[in-house]
């Protein structure tokens, strides 16, 4: 079983730098493919990033490709994301997901069985 929690999400200005964090306490980590989406007011959940269960090569949606930088530590059972210039429509809830057998490159918010509940993150212009 996966119980993802989200942490790291604030308020910061435009241009600044955020890093979150996603921690499971599981013992599977490893074994799942992971995601960050976001979902702002009124707009439907987008991906943001991916990395595979092996720790290759993560992928980005073009919004934030060069941006933003996923990674993983399997031994300590985290991903982070980390933001750098952050711009206003970045503002949203950040959400972490896994999945097990996750088609590669995956980024079908349908497809990811296990959510966190969120971090907010607000960009202010």
């Known amino acids: 079983q996966v119980h993802l929690v989200e942490s790291g999400g604030g308020l910061v200005q435009a241009g600044g730098s955020l890093r979150l964090s996603c921690a499971d306490s599981?013992?599977?980590?490893?074994?799942?493919?992971m995601g960050w989406f976001r979902q702002a007011p009124g707009k439907e959940r987008e991906f943001v990033a991916g990395v595979s269960w092996s720790g290759g090569s993560p992928y980005y949606a073009d919004s934030v490709k060069g941006r933003f930088t996923m990674s993983r530590d399997n031994a300590k059972n985290l991903v982070y994301l980390q933001m750098n210039i952050l711009k206003p429509e970045d503002t949203a809830v950040y959400y972490c997901?896994?999945?097990?057998?996750?088609?590669?490159?995956?980024?079908?918010?349908?497809?990811?069985?296990?959510w966190g509940r969120g971090t907010q993150v607000t960009v202010s212009s």
């Open positions: 997901a896994a999945d097990y057998d996750l088609a590669p490159f995956g980024r079908d918010p349908r497809a990811y069985e296990f």
């Open positions: 599981g013992r599977t980590f490893r074994k799942y493919n």
